[in-house]
């Protein structure tokens, strides 16, 4: 079913001051000519022709109060075609974001739904459609509750006039404890028949309290409400059309007490998960078990994306994510490792790393999660279940492995690739992801965008263009809009007619090199990117002094040479793993006075175990002189090393001071 945003039609549309809009009727038409002739290629041609040069300024309305039966038959007509008019009209929302939320002027307007004349009802109801989209539901909704049954009637005519942009109020509406208003909401589900209502009517039919609202939901609809609800659920979660679309979404998520419906405003990429999260609840409540797994991964993407806002400095989200982590561990672990199984399988890295975060606490065990995401191809998921795995006692050789190279990494790398092309998408994928890459893929606009708002800063970004949904430029311009992408370098391939794109690269085609070349101009020292190696560092330790580091000890030398955090672990894993080979190694560090004070202790600390357990020689000049520097930590540790390998003893006399 198309769902058309006719209040969107008033707008204007951001175009380029290269064109007015004579100019881009002018184009636009000859498209539709095209169209007509059935010349698709050259109508595709002129309607990029307009996307490409035109996506910015604000132009009159002019294009789409003329051309809303050719934009109609261009959004049945499917493919590129849908996606252009959809361009449009996205374009055009963007315009009066903020205006359509004045509730004062929508109750000025809404009074005129009420008048005896059908000609000012009629005027009302398209006003409030044009100007106010889903806001203008709030004024109709308490007229739901009216004790004028010729009230009552007329908002339900206006709402039912309003179309499918009303279904997300209406669908809280219909949790209101007034009997009228979830009557209402159920006669206006029956005029729209929008798929979002199925699971709703179901459950209204078999689970209200009131005879009358139960009996006019059978009417409508039956079925399982539970698994209604969960297919709804996917929907929402997974961005399909029969879910939530970008222009539906204003960022808020509505709210109902009694006749008084009202909104709170939530990040955009968080809007469609809360609404799955949602229809999860009330699907496991009602018996379906499928719905737990589904719920954890709702919120493992919540948490990633509010971890991604509060890494960029907007705190006042830390309270709702940790909100997220502790309602999530009460689902239990049996459901959190299905979810991290589906999560894995489904090559989702920035879920499954936040899965395997929760799985990584007091009460964790091994599990079919960890085993599943340790042979991922995603670098990130497989460092994060190596630390897992450490962490429940797991030291065997594919876990240190992992966790070797994940400290030899100069970067956790993290490039997004959005192409619907699957055997191009995959073969880039594959090469980023030998080089240490991890990589996150899909296949339209809408899910790049969400994969793009889940975790880590984005490196990367490739972008086919034209995508089933959106334009390439449209894509770009959602990701500068996060601030966090300030640097992310962006690639567009090109479709021959693309056109040059403000903040992208426009590409025939790509290879890894090209794209990793760009890391260099990013910052290397991200403390996310220096966290991950650091616990990699940490855990690698543990494996060792367990022995589990056995052959690894090479890998570890590279990491010794890094920052503390990673360093001083290291240093610790290569004294239990390494052999007598080693000890140059960490005497190097000890004689390097440039190191900090931290860093030789832990290299002395380790020559000395490697000293006990091997038959190491030690360079005893250096450790003797690293002695008389005045530190006392460091001393005592040079001398324990002395003692280890049996190197000769250091006398000391007690001097008056």
């Not at 050789?397 to 998408?425: F, K, N, Q, Y």
């Not at 311009?477 to 391939?493: G, P, Y």
């Not at 616990?535 to 040479?561: E, L, N, T, W």
């Not at 190491?616 to 006392?632: C, F, Y």
Request: charged share 20%; hydrophobic share 45%.
């Amino acid at each position: 079913m198309i769902r058309i945003r006719t209040g969107l039609l008033l707008f204007s549309i951001f175009l380029t001051p290269a064109l007015s809009a004579q100019d881009v009727q002018q184009v636009f038409g000859q498209g539709m000519a095209s169209y007509r002739a059935g010349d698709f290629e050259e109508a595709i041609q002129s309607f990029r022709q307009v996307v490409s040069l035109a996506p910015d300024q604000v132009v009159a309305l002019e294009l789409l109060n003329d051309s809303q039966d050719a934009l109609l038959e261009l959004m049945v007509a499917g493919g590129e075609f849908e996606t252009f008019a959809l361009e449009i009209l996205e374009a055009a929302a963007e315009a009066g974001r903020e205006a359509i939320r004045d509730e004062g002027a929508a109750q000025e307007v809404a009074a005129g739904c009420f008048s005896d004349s059908y000609g000012e009802r009629a005027r009302s109801i398209f006003e409030l459609g044009a100007r106010f989209g889903p806001f203008a539901s709030i004024p109709l909704v308490s007229e739901l509750a009216s004790q004028s049954e010729s009230r009552r009637l007329a908002a339900n005519y206006a709402l039912s006039r309003l179309g499918s942009e009303v279904v997300e109020p209406l669908l809280a509406a219909s949790h209101s404890s007034n009997v009228e208003v979830r009557l209402g909401c159920l006669l206006v589900f029956a005029q729209l028949g929008d798929v979002r209502t199925k699971g709703r009517v179901a459950d209204l039919a078999t689970s209200d309290a009131d005879g009358s609202v139960r009996a006019m939901a059978s009417k409508i609809g039956g079925g399982n409400a539970g698994a209604l609800l969960f297919e709804q659920g996917l929907a929402y979660a997974s961005n399909s059309p029969a879910g939530l679309s970008p222009a539906e979404n204003h960022g808020v998520v509505w709210v109902v007490n009694g006749a008084n419906l009202s909104f709170y405003e939530v990040p955009s990429p968080l809007v469609p998960l809360e609404r799955a999260k949602q229809c999860f609840l009330r699907s496991h409540e009602l018996g379906k078990s499928d719905a737990a797994v589904e719920l954890a991964l709702v919120y493992a993407s919540e948490i990633a994306a509010l971890s991604g806002l509060v890494d960029g400095g907007q705190d006042s989200f830390e309270s709702a994510l940790q909100a997220q982590k502790a309602a999530s561990l009460t689902l239990g672990n049996s459901v959190l490792n299905a979810a991290l199984v589906k999560a894995v399988g489904s090559g989702n890295a920035a879920i499954a790393i936040e899965l395997i975060g929760l799985l990584d606490g007091p009460g964790k065990a091994p599990s079919s999660g960890l085993d599943a995401a340790l042979d991922s191809g995603s670098p990130g998921v497989r460092t994060a279940a190596a630390i897992a795995k450490a962490g429940s006692g797991v030291y065997d050789s594919t876990v240190a492995g992992a966790l070797v190279r994940a400290m030899s990494l100069d970067a956790s790398r993290v490039v997004h690739i959005v192409d619907p092309v699957g055997e191009r998408a995959a073969i880039l994928a594959s090469s980023l992801e030998d080089s240490g890459v991890t990589v996150t893929k899909a296949t339209s606009g809408a899910d790049g965008l969400v994969n793009l708002h889940l975790g880590a800063v984005a490196d990367a970004v490739v972008v086919a263009d034209p995508l089933p949904d959106l334009y390439a430029h449209r894509v770009v311009s959602e990701i500068k809009r996060d601030a966090r992408n300030a640097d992310t370098a962006i690639f567009v391939l090109s479709s021959g007619s693309t056109g040059e794109i403000d903040g992208a690269e426009v590409v025939d085609e790509i290879d890894s090199g090209s794209i990793t070349s760009a890391f260099s101009a990013l910052d290397a020292q991200r403390t996310g990117y220096l966290a991950t190696a650091s616990a990699a560092a940490r855990a690698m330790a543990s494996v060792a002094v367990h022995g589990g580091g056995k052959g690894f000890a090479d890998g570890i030398v590279a990491a010794i040479q890094r920052e503390d955090q990673v360093a001083v672990h290291a240093l610790t894993a290569l004294g239990w793993a390494g052999n007598s080979s080693h000890a140059a190694a960490m005497e190097s560090v000890i004689g390097d006075s440039s190191r900090s004070g931290a860093a030789r202790i832990a290299a002395a600390d380790a020559l000395a175990v490697l000293a006990s357990r091997t038959d190491a020689e030690v360079n005893s000049q250096v450790l003797e002189s690293a002695m008389t520097e005045g530190n006392a930590a460091l001393a005592a540790s040079c001398a324990r090393a002395l003692g280890a390998a049996a190197a000769g003893h250091v006398p000391a006399m007690v001097v008056a001071g």
